[in-house]
C-alpha cells in the first residue's frame, strides 16, 4: 500500500505535504507533485496536511489512473523535499473539474 497524489494537486502545489513526509518521497512535476509508491511508508502523516485534499491511500477504489502516474514519474522527476512558494493563482485551480485533461505536464519541475 501507499498513498498516491490526485489530479487536485494539479496547479495547486501548496506543498505543505513534502515538509511532513519523513523518508522524502515526493517528486516535482512542473504543475503537480507525485509519490514514489516504493519509497513511501505509508504513515499517512501527509494526508490531513494537503489544503486540496489531493493524497488518497490506495485502498481507496478507483486510485489505479493515479497511482500507475505516481510510480512513472516518480521515476523520471527530481526530488522534492523543501516547500516553495505555490503559484500565484493556485487558489484558483483549487477544486476545479478535469484539470489532468486541461493543464497535466509531463515536464520535470525543478526539485530541491
Ligand atoms: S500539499 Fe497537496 S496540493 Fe500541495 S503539493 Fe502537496 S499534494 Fe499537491
Ligand atoms: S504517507 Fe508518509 S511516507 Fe508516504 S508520502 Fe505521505 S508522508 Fe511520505
Given at each position: 500500500?501507499?498513498?498516491?497524489?490526485?489530479?487536485?494537486?494539479?496547479?495547486?502545489?501548496?506543498?505543505?505535504?513534502?515538509?511532513?513526509?519523513?523518508?522524502?518521497?515526493?517528486?516535482?512535476?512542473?504543475?503537480?507533485?507525485?509519490?514514489?509508491p516504493s519509497?513511501?511508508?505509508?504513515?499517512?502523516?501527509?494526508?490531513?496536511?494537503?489544503?486540496a485534499e489531493a493524497i488518497l491511500p490506495d485502498t481507496e477504489s478507483g486510485l489505479e489512473q493515479w497511482l500507475e502516474l505516481n510510480a512513472k514519474y516518480s521515476a523520471e522527476w527530481p526530488n522534492i523535499t523543501t516547500k516553495k512558494d505555490a503559484p500565484a493563482d493556485a487558489d484558483d485551480h483549487k477544486g476545479e473539474d478535469g484539470k489532468f485533461e486541461k493543464y497535466f505536464s509531463a515536464e520535470p519541475g525543478e526539485g530541491d
Open positions: 500500500m501507499t498513498y498516491v497524489v490526485t489530479e487536485a494537486c494539479i496547479r495547486c502545489k501548496f506543498m505543505d505535504c513534502v515538509e511532513v513526509c519523513p523518508v522524502d518521497c515526493f517528486y516535482e512535476g512542473d504543475n503537480m507533485l507525485v509519490i514514489n519509497e513511501c511508508i505509508d504513515c499517512g502523516v501527509c494526508e490531513p496536511e494537503c489544503p
